[in-house]
DNA sequence: GCCTTGTTGAGGGAAATCCCCCATTGCCGC
DNA sequence: GCGGCAATGGGGGATTTCCCTCAACAAGGC
């Protein structure tokens, strides 16, 4: 345990300082590895659309329980405890029990016994959740320092890849003058008929603006657009 | 810079076992003491309307230059680099300099030289900005070691602190718990079907919600809603 | 006890929004 | 001139939200 906050932070500057992927994953696997995990998982998400898994980093070790036949992605994005880190608020333990029915996913405070178990740590952003890191094993240290600097850790972890990945990706996402407008209307309460009566427009034209809206702003619905439009300055609140 | 790593690991679990403030703040003394800060602020945040700083949990040290004698929360709500954590989307080191035209606040890499510089810790959630921490000092300790250190305690504080300070009492705004939690879930995107496996509700239920939400506020529509309750400080923008 | 409020949930149907595609027009810059 | 983009509009269908009513239960005040 004395070791362990040490090496924790030793493992998120060197993250940190880090120039690829497997730094990361070198850094990250040799710091939790003694501590039973071997199976990570770290990707992006956003509140975009209803598949809110944007991209994921890096996924690696027996999640599947068929050593990795399926589609790693695909079962990333339907896994109960990956999906449960959007709902969540804080990190978490998690444990995989066998039930008469089949799997089934538990959070729990402290997991123990057979099967296997994990940590979920979601990472958040100014506009909410931006991503999260999973680590799982057989048999997991899952004492409330080890959450501490796992957290710590995977917070780094999760900024850096992002940083190293995402980079040349970056977006304009500033409204247009009539996307303001049409924004500004449907905060006023005004429903799109409405407005595109008010704006002399046809309602079909109004729909298609807040579509390009939501896409703009990279959110999912439009209450959601006039929470972040606000929080821009696009439209007034 | 070994014993670093473990006093900030031994800081939070004192943190997130502790039962009142005193702990809170008498665990981060003793912590960043040594390290050069003297100078204290947690406090909890919304990025709703202009005055987005929402309730200061703690506020010590000299941060005024005048000794103490102004309003602790009124300056603290008006303090350049404490608005700046409104904006920050990672922990960042500023320093205070003077100019011909009086003091000038900066965000810098590494903060050296004569005055007070300090460290900045916005604490983030599910729906954006949630509070921040602030620390500093005349010569403070600006590693990178430090600041992972001092964000995970300055994180594990502010959930602590607001866990212990805002569980009796909240704000007086028309809408009740339930459904400014309900609200702030829809503005951060979620559709009804989600809010209700999340909560472990009935979609019915929180249709329910939504509904009354929208009369008590009366408006029309929900994009409304969020624009009215963001206004209201009911929700976060 | 009685009354109010908060929270939960339902049935049934109407309305609105959202999604995929597509096309036209006009303006701007290279 | 040509590509790109904002603004406009459409078809057609899938989801989602919204509206009305009704009801049960717990907690708290009088």
Chains 1, 2 share one sequence.
Not at 136 to 156: K, P, Y
Request: glycine share 10%; hydrophobic share 40%; proline share 5%.
């Amino acid at each position: 345990m004395s070791d362990l906050a040490q090496a924790a932070l030793r493992t998120a500057l060197m993250i940190e300082a880090g120039d690829g992927l497997p730094v990361i994953q070198n850094a990250v696997r040799t710091l939790a590895g003694p501590l039973g995990y071997d199976r990570f998982l770290l990707f992006s998400a956003s509140t975009s659309h209803e598949d809110r898994i944007e991209r994921v980093y890096w996924v690696e070790g027996d999640w599947f329980a068929d050593g990795g036949r399926a589609d790693a992605d695909t079962y990333v994005r339907r896994c109960p405890v990956t999906r449960h880190a959007l709902d969540a608020r804080e990190p978490f333990f998690w444990s995989k029990v066998d039930a008469p029915d089949g799997e089934r996913y538990r959070v729990v405070r402290s997991p123990r016994g057979a099967g296997v178990h994990g940590l979920q740590i979601p990472v958040f952003g100014p506009l909410g959740l931006e991503g999260a890191m999973s680590l799982g094993g057989q048999r997991i240290d899952a004492s409330a320092s080890v959450r501490l600097a796992l957290t710590l850790v995977a917070t780094t972890a999760f900024h850096a890849a992002r940083r190293l990945l995402e980079a040349p990706a970056s977006k304009p996402g500033r409204l247009s003058e009539r996307e303001r407008e049409v924004l500004g209307w449907t905060a006023s309460g005004r429903r799109q008929a409405e407005i595109a009566a008010t704006l002399g427009l046809s309602e079909r034209t109004v729909e298609n603006h807040l579509r390009r809206i939501r896409q703009r702003l990279g959110v999912a619905t439009t209450p959601q657009a006039i929470r972040i439009a606000i929080g821009n300055g696009d439209i007034a609140g």
